[in-house]
């Protein structure tokens, strides 16, 4: 844990604004010279509801929540259902400052409002008392009225900044700067910068400043910024020359599908919201059979409808993009919550053997990195791909240098034809266009047969969902059969053997490289494990990690050489049944005695802390169980 | 210049160049109605100047779908119920396309129903042939969503308690712009009748009313039909939403008393769906598709969106 760090949380209901504040906040730390990462927590409904943001902003690199928070602004939810304390999801109005206090570390800093926050229920929560014994340093104020004095009853977020500003010694003029960038302007922002202004005058005057924590201090080398792995998912998908996205609204994809019908449609692109998640993939397979760069995406329930349009996908060899953003499951499950779960089911939904390609993006540079990647693989191997994020990623803002985004776009149709081209192309007697051929005759041995567009001259075929012959006609012939299935198959070694051979490995290593004790990670979750392992080995125990994000096709060489170079592995991953350990497993056929899983699916994201516990218990064989609501699942046999 | 030359290409038509030289014949049963839907495209696409290169078909699951198998065009014989948004994607991803979308009953009213309504709502340009022999032929003769009340099948062996669905009468309330019932003995009109659809800007629904005979044995082989633009007995105007309403109801009712209403039903110019995204600036007057053939295009970069993240 960094003592040159602050996580500041703010805390409210759902609706009261606490997104946008804290986006402009980590923006002032991130333009400071601070690496800042943010975290969401919000329930599934529209008004209020506990819900909060918290900001870790360093002047060192930071990858993942922090263990706890240092700094609580509470603003009182406004739109509290229940004042009291015996009804079903309890008193309310007091939660944004109830709710938080667990997590608070020692020194912190409390602020709330005491126009929302009454005297009575704090005295409930003892909260003078906790104080003292955790030396929380308490600033109360009614930033409500401050706010109605010079504007709206919502601007106590503004208040709740300022007061920040000033106990933390931060300079004043970027709060100004961002605030006069921000959509806001006229009355409104005039309104903004008064509060702003006065609640800082006012903390100077009326308190005493009996805190040590300070605004960090940090540098840049060159420009940020400030993007979630949404961002950059759509983004990867702009400079793929992807024009084309249809979609049902769920969440949390529907992020990404909201930033990408921002920017299409003035992109000269088509951005589609359609009449279920079934149609919406249909549609994708339709405009890349027809020549678009195309994607669509959902969430758990929604992608469970777009199964069959995805075999569909595999069977006619459409290239398309797919993402799924995880949310906590079965079913509806919980909507705003992550979790890893949905792993199995993505790699193998809809019938027949599947030949897909899977990438699960660590963080969100990766996350631009590997979307591009997935439209590549797509159309030059005519292959879905599918990018599995989750609702944490999805979420998190974190700083990138602006000038990783500045390279050429990559708008490539892979292997379609031109005219030219398909006049040299194989054909039938009847002048139909072989594009499922059994042996391509291209230069390169990788399974693919170019395909034509409709409309071309010359490239006639039938694409179908039976199997098919060479020129796309239904056929049961099992000479044929073996052919074609094969075929498809061997994509999947071919796009292997390019990800190894041309490009960068898609997995993260860290930690110690002669350390005797190994922790996998997937996904999202890669951050917090990257943290631990550093702290671990700080602390003398040497460890070493990896974050997958290849999930298919498999990286068999570096996992195996990863886990032969270790004693025992833990694999950490946010589900109850430790599917990535099967599937590691099943790819690997054996390990099974040497993998333990550490899982946690309380619907909230591993924070480091927990991940070095239960490594540690584990290293030293303890019998003991963890602290944390995470659950260690031992290796078979162990 | 553009790299698909077969669209827009103005040259004879030669009819037989729709049909293949070699394999596969069609599969369908002695006397099946599919062959009708077959034949009258084979005949229309010609004479309103189609090329088999510059048309795409799109067809779902059922004997029906089997129709691209034996039409020399592009074809995708797609899933159950799913060819009309896989044809109206590739329809915008280039509009320069003739996309014909066809499907059995089953097909079209049942699994993909709500496809149905919301392509005929959002009056997509393509041409919807629904292939409709009131049975599920290919899984062997189930009870459909176009049976009718009664009807007797392994799936409903007391006969089918529901009333049929009204193919024409939801096409309307849904908002498709051209709404037609041909039947398959009835070649002339049906060859008409696409000729029309096709020619139609927007949404154009043909119920096509094609005999089973192998699973649909008591019922009949749509004959005799009228043609209620011929026939004396009707006069309605089919640009007037009401009349052509009434005109459908009765068509409807009349089908399960064993007369066979055909001909045009309703006729309206709403604007294309392609028409009115390009006129909001959501889709580009370009063809899409076209975009990536060309050299000189510019492509936009999320590097020049970053003004707001910094
Ligand atoms: C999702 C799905 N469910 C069921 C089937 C099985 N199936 C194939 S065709 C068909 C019904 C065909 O009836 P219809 O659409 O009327 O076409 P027809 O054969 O009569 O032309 C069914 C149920 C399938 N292929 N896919
Ligand atoms: S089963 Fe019926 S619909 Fe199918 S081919 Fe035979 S006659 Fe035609
Ligand atoms: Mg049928």
Redesign the interface.
């Known amino acids: 844990m960094s003592d040159n760090e602050l996580i500041w949380r703010i805390a409210g209901g759902s609706g009261d604004g606490i997104d946008s504040t804290s986006q402009t906040f980590a923006k002032v730390l991130m333009r400071s010279g601070l690496d800042v990462f943010t975290h969401r927590h919000y329930p599934s409904r529209i008004r209020g509801g506990h819900t909060y943001v918290e900001i870790r902003a360093a002047g060192h690199e930071v990858q993942s929540r922090g263990d706890g928070y240092n700094f609580l602004l509470a603003l009182g939810d406004s739109f509290a259902r229940n004042p009291q304390e015996d009804a079903y999801y309890g008193n309310e109005e007091i939660k944004p400052l109830s709710e938080n206090l667990d997590e608070l570390r020692e020194g912190g800093i409390i602020v709330y409002d005491t126009g929302l926050i009454s005297e009575e229920d704090v005295e409930d929560l003892n909260l003078e008392e906790r104080a003292e014994e955790n030396d929380w340093h308490l600033f109360p104020m009614d930033l409500r009225s401050l706010a109605r004095e010079h504007g709206r009853e919502v601007m106590r977020n503004t208040a709740g900044v300022g007061v920040t500003a000033a106990l933390l010694g931060m300079d004043l003029d970027p709060f100004v700067e961002a605030m006069e960038d921000s959509k806001m302007t006229g009355d409104v922002l005039q309104a903004n910068l008064d509060i702003f202004q006065e609640a800082n005058d006012i903390v100077h005057e009326e308190f005493e400043f009996t805190h040590d924590l300070r605004i960090p201090e940090g540098e840049h080398e060159e420009e940020q910024a400030l993007l979630s792995g949404s961002n950059a998912i759509a983004y990867g998908s702009i400079d793929a020359g992807c024009r084309f996205i249809a979609g049902y609204p769920m969440t949390p994809w529907t992020d990404v599908f909201t930033i990408m019908s921002q920017h299409l449609p003035e992109m000269g692109g088509i951005s589609e919201q359609v009449e279920d998640e079934i149609a919406a993939a249909a549609l994708a397979v339709g405009a890349s059979h027809a020549g678009a760069k195309a994607m669509s995406g959902s969430s758990g329930g929604g992608f469970a409808l777009m199964s069959e349009p995805l075999g569909l996908a595999e069977m006619t060899e459409t290239p398309i993009v797919l993402v799924e953003s995880m949310r906590a499951g079965p079913s509806t499950g919980m909507p705003t919550k992550p979790e890893q779960a949905d792993l199995e089911f993505v790699l193998y939904t809809s019938q027949g053997d599947s030949s897909r390609v899977v990438f699960a993006p660590g963080n969100v540079e990766e996350a631009y990195e590997q979307t591009r990647l997935a439209f590549h693989i797509a159309y030059e191997y005519q292959i879905p791909t599918i990018i599995i994020y989750d609702q944490k990623l999805s979420g998190e803002n974190t700083n990138v240098p602006v000038s990783f985004f500045d390279r050429e776009p990559e708008p490539d149709l892979g292997s379609t034809l031109t005219e030219e081209e398909l006049k040299e192309a194989a054909h039938d007697a009847s002048g139909k266009f072989e594009r499922f051929q059994h042996e391509p005759d291209t230069d390169v041995d990788n399974g693919v047969s170019p395909r034509s567009l409709p409309g071309q001259s010359g490239g006639r075929y039938l694409a179908t969902g039976n199997e098919h012959t060479p020129t796309g006609h239904i056929s049961e012939d099992p000479d044929n059969r073996v052919f074609q299935l094969e075929r498809r198959l061997q994509k999947l070694d071919s796009i292997r053997a390019e990800l190894d051979e041309e490009h960068e490995s898609n997995q993260t290593f860290f930690g110690d490289e002669s350390a005797d004790y190994g922790i996998i990670t997937w996904g999202s979750s890669q951050g917090a494990v990257k943290e631990a392992v550093e702290r671990l080995n700080d602390a003398g125990s040497p460890v070493k990690g990896l974050g997958v994000s290849d999930m298919m096709p498999f990286p068999e060489d570096e996992i195996t050489a990863f886990i032969e170079s270790v004693d025992e592995v833990m694999v950490v991953e946010m589900n109850a049944t430790a599917q990535f350990r099967g599937h590691i497993q099943k790819e690997l056929g054996r390990y099974g005695e040497k993998l333990t899983s550490l899982l946690k699916y309380n619907g909230n994201p591993f924070e480091p802390a927990e991940i070095v516990e239960s490594c540690e218990l584990r290293i030293e064989d303890s019998d003991e169980e963890p602290t944390a609501q995470v659950h260690i699942e031992p290796a078979a046999g162990d | 210049m553009s790299?698909?030359?077969?669209?827009g290409?103005e040259r004879e038509i030669d009819r037989e160049e729709f049909t293949?030289?070699?394999?596969?014949q069609p599969t369908w049963c002695p006397g099946c109605g599919d062959f009708g839907v077959l034949k009258a495209l084979k005949q229309a696409l010609p004479e309103v100047g189609r090329t088999?290169?510059?048309v795409?078909t799109?067809t779902g699951?059922g004997c029906s779908g089997?129709l691209?198998?034996y039409l020399?065009?592009?074809?995708?014989?797609?899933?159950h119920g799913?060819s009309l948004?896989?044809?109206?994607?590739?329809?915008?991803?280039?509009d320069?396309?003739e996309v014909i979308a066809a499907g059995g009953d089953g097909d079209g009213y049942g699994i993909g129903g709500?496809?149905f309504?919301?392509t005929a709502r959002e009056n997509h340009d393509m041409t919807y042939i629904v292939f409709n022999n009131e049975v599920f032929g290919l899984t062997k003769g189930q009870t459909s969503p176009t049976s009718p009340k009664g009807h007797k099948s392994k799936t409903t062996p007391h006969g089918n308690a529901k009333s049929p669905i009204r193919p024409l009468s939801l096409g309307l309330t849904s908002g498709a712009t051209y709404i037609a019932r041909t039947a398959a003995v009835n070649p002339n009109q049906a060859k008409e009748i696409i000729a029309e659809a096709i020619e139609h800007d927007g949404f154009a629904h043909i119920d096509f009313l094609t005999q089973c005979p192998t699973w649909n044995k008591d019922a009949r082989q749509y004959v005799p039909y009228v043609d209620v633009q011929e026939s004396e007995d009707y006069d309605f105007d089919i640009t007037d939403r009401e009349q052509a309403q009434d005109m459908m109801f009765e068509a409807e009712n009349a089908l399960h008393e064993g007369t066979v209403l055909t001909g045009r039903f309703f006729v309206d110019e709403r604007p294309s769906y392609q028409d009115q995204?390009k006129d909001l600036?959501?889709?580009?007057r370009e063809p899409?598709?076209e975009?990536?053939?060309d050299e000189d295009?510019k492509?936009?970069?999320?590097?020049d969106?970053?003004d707001r993240?910094?």
Request: charged residues 25%.
């Open positions: 790299a698909f030359n077969a669209i290409e293949a030289d070699n394999e596969p088999p290169d510059e795409l799109v699951i089997k691209n198998s020399e065009t592009y074809g995708f014989h797609t899933i799913r948004p896989v044809a109206r994607a590739a329809k915008l991803a280039n320069g396309l709500n496809h309504m919301h995204k600036g959501e889709m580009p899409l598709a975009r990536y053939f295009a492509w936009e970069r999320s590097y969106l970053l993240h910094t």
